[in-house]
């Protein structure tokens, strides 16, 4: 299965394996092997949220190619957020390893410590 990564601003979490023809998703299990060779189907025929409405689902010379939305922070690593390229996995069986969209941890800074000096205050009278 061909699995092209589509960007998104959304903070759900994406885990899924792939099975043959079936991919479960969050718990979900979707099968595609009626999709035949030379066929496809809009992505909104799945009825999942994580397949782009836009992108077809289709089989080519047997082989599933589908698109998936990749959760994304404002702050995910650009790669992941604006990638060149599309992000394209080919997933045989099992887990499938998406990339990691976590944003960097922000520096720490130490600021330094300032003492101060404590006055007395004169005597009055």
């Known amino acids: 299965m061909k699995i092209k990564l589509w960007p998104d601003l ?3 979490f994406l885990v899924a394996t ?16 009626g999709i035949l060779d030379g066929y496809r189907l809009p992505g909104a025929a799945i009825g999942n949220k994580f397949f782009v409405e836009s992108e ?9 190619h589908i698109t998936l939305r990749l959760p994304v922070d404002w702050d995910s690593p650009e790669e992941y957020r604006n990638p ?31 003492e101060e ?7 009055h009278g």
């Open 84 to 114: 060149p390229e599309p992000i394209i996995l080919d997933v045989g069986a099992g887990q499938v390893n998406f990339p990691n969209t976590t944003p960097p941890a922000p520096p720490v800074f130490e600021l330094p410590i300032i």
């Open 56 to 64: 077809y689902v289709e089989r080519v010379n047997g082989v599933l």
């Open 18 to 33: 792939v099975d043959k023809d079936k991919i479960t998703i969050n718990g979900e299990t979707i099968d595609l092997s």
């Open 117 to 123: 000096a404590i006055q007395e205050e004169p005597e």
């Open 10 to 12: 959304m903070a759900d």
